[in-house]
C-alpha cells in the first residue's frame, strides 16, 4: 500500500497526469469531479422484477409445505427475530431490541451461498456492494465508497476485537482477511454510525465476525477444494474439550494462479506487451486460529499471510512485470475475562495486534532503465478495556466502560533500491486513544423504549471527539416494530495520512450525522419486510489536494451526503427453504462540489433464494445480485450488471461428509468495477464464470 511513487513523467501516467483531479488522494480520496447524472433501471427490467417477486411469494408456500412435514428442518421467522446479536449495543440482545438496523449472516447461509470470502458474505448484504481492483477488495456502504480506498470507514471487528490496522486502518475482506470463512460461525452487520461505541472507523458500518466454538465443531474437520484459474485450497480444524479447556484450532491455506490472461486496452503497445498482463494475477494465502476457553476467560490468537500479484500496472509500475507484488501479515493476541456479580457482568479485555505490508514495485524510468521501489508500513500496538453491564429495578440496563489503545509503532518506509539508494519516505510516529463510554436501556412505556450511547474519545493528534447516539424503539404489536436513529461518528486521521507525504499539516477528524428510520413487520410466521430510510451528511472528508502534485498533501475538505431507502422481503420455511430480496435506491447522491459521487450506484437489487431438493440432504441455492451503473473518477460511465450465482450443497452425503459445487458468475456476464486513482484503466474488469467444489469430512466427534 503507498502513494504515488515520484515519478509523475513516467509515460504510462500521462491519461491520469493529464487531469489535476486524478491526484486527489490515494484510497481515501473524495469522488473526482463528476457530472451529476440520474439513471433508473430499464422499464422492462423493472416489470420482470415485479413478475418474478410475484412468482416467488406465490411459489415459496406450496413448495414449502410440499414436504412430510416430519422431515422439516431448518428455522422459522420467528425463531430469527429471537437471535440475539452483540455488536449493535456491546452487549448481546434480541435483533429486534437493537438500537440499529442489523443483519445476520449465518453459517448455514454462508454454507448454502458457496461463500469464499467475507468479502462474499457482505455482497449478499442488502445496501451493500464490493469493488474489486485485482490487489484489494473495498466495501461500499448504502451508495459510498471511494474506488481504491481502505475500507476505513467500516469497523471491521472478529470476536470483537478490532481489525483495522494501525497505519492504514484498512480493513481487509478478500483473502486478505484473518479468517477462513469455514472457521465463522456468523457475521453481524450494524449499518449506521457507532462512534458513539466504538471510536474511530464505525462510520457507515460495524461488521463483527463471530467465531466457531469448541461445541459447534465435536472433532476434526478435513476439508479441501479446487477451481478454476488454478485455485486451491485446503483446512484442518480441530473443536473439541481437553482438560477442562474448550479449544478451536485450525490451519488452511489458498493459492490461486489467477488469469492467465489479462487485457487492457490502455496498454495496448507493442512497448507493454500489447496490453497484455500474462501470469501475474497469482494469489496465496495462509489463515491459522487458536481459540481457548475456561472459567469466563477467552484467549484467541489469528493471523493472516497473504501475498497477491499485481497485473494492472498500478502507480505506474512496469506493466506484466511479476515483481510487482504486495504481501500483507496480520495477527493479534487477545484475552478476555467476564464474570458476573449480582445483577452486573464485568468484562475485561487486553490485547496486542501487530500489521506490516511489504511492497515491491519495479518502474521503467526509461526504455532499458527499471528503478525497483519498496515500500514498507509496520504497526503495532497494544489495548486494554473494562467494561460494566448491569440493569437496574429489573428495567434498566446501563453499559458502561473504558478504553485504552497504544499504537505504539506507525512505522512508514519508501524508498529504491537501485539504480541510487534514496528515501521518499522514513517516518514512524507513535499514538493512543483514551475513551470512556456509556449506553443505557431506558423503558419508556410497554411499547416505547429509548437507547441512547455517549462516548468521548482523547487522540493528542486531534483532541477530543465526542460521538452521541440514541435510538426511539417501538412496538406497534408482536410483529411489528419501528425504531427512529440518529447518531454522529468520526474517523481520525490516519498515521499514512499524517505521516507519508512529506510537508504534510494538521488534519481535522472527518464528522459524520446520520437520521434513520426502519420498519419490520411480519407478515406471518414465514414472511417478513423491513424498509430503511436513511441520511447522512459528512464535513471536513479527509481528501487529496492535487492542484500540484509535487506540492499534494491531505486536506480536510467540504461536505458530502447521501439519502436513500432500502427495502426486503425475507421469507423463512420449516422445511429448510430460504429466501430475501431486496432493492436499495440511493435517491440522493451529493459530492462536495454538488456532482454525484464515484463509485456511487444508485439502484441495488439482491435476490438469495436457496431450496432444499432432498429433505436434509441436498440444497440449490441462487445468489443473484444487481448493481446499477457507476461514475469514475474519469467522469465516465461504468455500466450495471447482474450477476447470477449457484450453489449446490451435499449435508452429510455418508457419514461426517458434506460436498458442495459452485458456479460463481453463472451466466459469464462481463463487468467491471471504476478503477482507483492509480490506475491507468478506467475500470476494472471482474472475472468471467468460474467453478469451484469443496468437500469437508468431519470425524473424531462425540
Avoid at 486524478?22 to 457530472?35: A, D, E, V
Avoid at 494501525?166 to 460461525?185: K, R
Wanted: net charge neutral.
Amino acid at each position: 500500500m503507498r502513494f504515488f511513487p515520484p515519478y509523475a513523467n513516467s509515460p504510462h501516467l500521462e491519461r491520469i497526469s493529464g487531469d489535476k483531479d486524478i491526484f486527489s488522494s490515494h484510497r481515501n480520496l473524495p469522488p473526482g469531479k463528476i457530472s451529476a447524472r440520474a439513471s433508473s433501471i430499464c422499464p422492462s427490467m423493472g416489470k420482470k422484477a415485479s413478475g418474478y417477486l410475484a412468482a416467488f411469494l406465490m411459489l415459496v408456500p406450496g413448495l414449502a409445505f410440499a414436504q412430510d412435514p416430519a422431515d422439516l428442518t431448518g428455522r422459522s421467522l420467528e425463531d430469527l427475530m429471537n437471535v440475539r446479536v452483540y455488536s449493535a449495543s456491546r452487549y448481546s440482545q434480541l435483533i429486534s431490541e437493537a438500537p440499529a438496523s442489523v443483519t445476520v449472516i449465518s453459517r448455514d447461509q454462508i454454507e448454502r451461498g458457496g461463500y469464499r470470502t467475507l468479502a462474499d458474505i457482505l455482497r449478499s448484504v442488502r445496501g451493500f456492494y464490493v469493488s474489486y481492483d485485482r490487489q484489494y477488495s473495498y466495501l461500499g456502504v448504502r451508495g459510498f465508497s471511494d474506488s481504491g480506498d481502505y475500507n476505513t470507514r467500516v469497523l471491521l471487528m472478529v470476536d470483537g476485537h478490532r481489525m483495522n490496522d494501525a497505519i492504514y486502518e484498512q480493513a481487509m475482506i478478500g483473502t486478505d482477511f484473518v479468517l477462513d470463512v469455514d472457521t465463522i460461525e456468523r457475521v453481524e452487520i450494524t449499518r449506521g454510525p457507532s462512534s458513539s461505541l466504538y471510536g474511530t472507523n464505525a462510520v457507515f458500518a460495524v461488521v463483527n465476525v463471530i467465531t466457531r466454538k469448541s461445541s459447534d465443531i465435536g472433532g476434526v474437520e478435513m476439508a479441501g477444494g479446487a477451481g478454476t484459474l488454478n485455485s486451491y485450497r485446503g483446512r484442518v480444524t480441530y473443536g473439541g474439550t481437553f482438560a477442562g479447556i474448550q479449544a478451536v484450532l485450525s490451519g488452511s491455506f489458498y493459492g490461486s494462479l489467477g488469469n492467465k490472461r489479462l487485457y487492457y486496452p490502455e496498454y495496448d503497445s507493442p512497448q507493454t506487451n500489447n496490453g497484455i498482463a500474462s501470469h501475474v494475477d497469482d494469489d496465496q494465502a495462509l489463515n491459522l486460529l487458536a481459540t481457548l476457553s475456561t472459567h469466563g476467560f477467552q484467549f484467541q490468537a489469528a493471523y493472516v499471510d497473504r501475498e497477491k500479484g499485481d497485473p494492472t500496472g498500478s502507480f505506474g509500475d512496469k506493466f506484466n512485470s511479476p515483481m510487482n507484488r504486495e504481501r500483507d501479515a496480520h495477527g493479534y493476541l487477545d484475552l478476555r475475562y467476564e464474570h458476573t456479580v449480582g445483577e452486573t457482568t464485568l468484562v475485561t479485555r487486553t490485547y496486542y495486534d501487530r500489521y506490516s505490508n511489504d511492497g515491491k514495485f519495479l518502474v521503467e524510468l526509461a526504455p532499458g532503465t527499471d528503478n525497483l521501489n519498496r515500500d514498507f508500513g509496520r504497526g503495532e500496538n497494544w489495548g486494554a478495556e473494562f467494561q460494566a453491564i448491569s440493569t437496574f429495578l429489573q428495567r434498566y440496563k446501563v453499559v458502561s466502560g473504558f478504553e485504552y489503545r497504544n499504537d505504539f509503532r506507525q512505522e512508514l518506509i519508501n524508498y529504491d533500491t537501485a539504480p541510487v539508494l534514496s528515501y521518499y519516505t522514513k517516518s514512524d510516529h507513535s499514538s493512543f486513544v483514551a475513551a470512556p463510554y456509556v449506553e443505557a436501556e431506558i423503558p419508556l412505556t410497554s411499547r416505547l423504549s429509548l437507547a441512547p450511547s455517549l462516548r468521548a474519545d482523547y487522540n493528542p493528534r486531534v483532541g477530543w471527539m465526542c460521538s452521541p447516539r440514541a435510538s426511539l424503539n417501538y412496538s406497534f404489536t408482536e410483529r411489528s416494530r419501528a425504531k427512529l436513529i440518529y447518531g454522529e461518528s468520526f474517523r481520525s486521521p490516519n498515521a499514512y495520512e499524517l505521516y507519508y507525504l512529506e510537508g504534510q499539516k494538521p488534519l481535522r477528524s472527518e464528522r459524520i450525522a446520520t437520521w434513520e428510520a426502519d420498519v419490520d413487520h411480519e407478515l406471518n410466521s414465514h414472511i417478513g419486510v423491513s424498509v430503511s430510510l436513511f441520511r447522512n451528511h459528512a464535513r471536513d472528508f479527509i481528501a487529496m489536494d492535487a492542484d500540484d502534485y509535487a506540492d499534494s498533501t491531505f486536506v480536510n475538505e467540504g461536505k458530502q451526503s447521501l439519502a436513500g431507502v432500502e427495502a426486503e422481503v425475507r421469507g423463512r420455511w420449516t422445511n429448510g427453504m430460504a429466501g430475501t430480496l431486496s432493492y436499495s435506491n440511493t435517491f440522493e447522491q451529493k459530492d462536495v462540489d454538488g456532482a454525484t459521487p464515484e463509485n456511487s450506484p444508485k439502484h441495488i437489487a439482491k435476490l438469495y433464494l436457496s431450496v432444499p431438493l432432498i429433505s436434509r440432504k441436498l440444497f440449490a441455492t441462487a445468489d443473484t445480485q444487481y448493481i446499477g451503473h457507476r461514475m469514475t473518477i474519469h467522469d465516465e460511465r461504468v455500466s450495471s450488471y447482474a450477476i447470477v450465482n449457484l450453489t449446490l450443497l451435499g449435508k452429510h452425503l455418508a457419514k461426517g461428509l458434506d460436498l458442495s459445487f459452485s458456479v460463481d458468475n453463472l451466466l459469464n456476464k462481463r463487468y467491471s468495477d471504476p478503477a482507483a486513482q492509480q490506475h491507468l484503466q478506467n475500470a476494472i474488469q471482474q472475472d468471467g464464470r468460474n467453478l469451484r467444489g469443496k468437500l469437508v469430512w468431519t470425524f473424531g466427534g462425540k
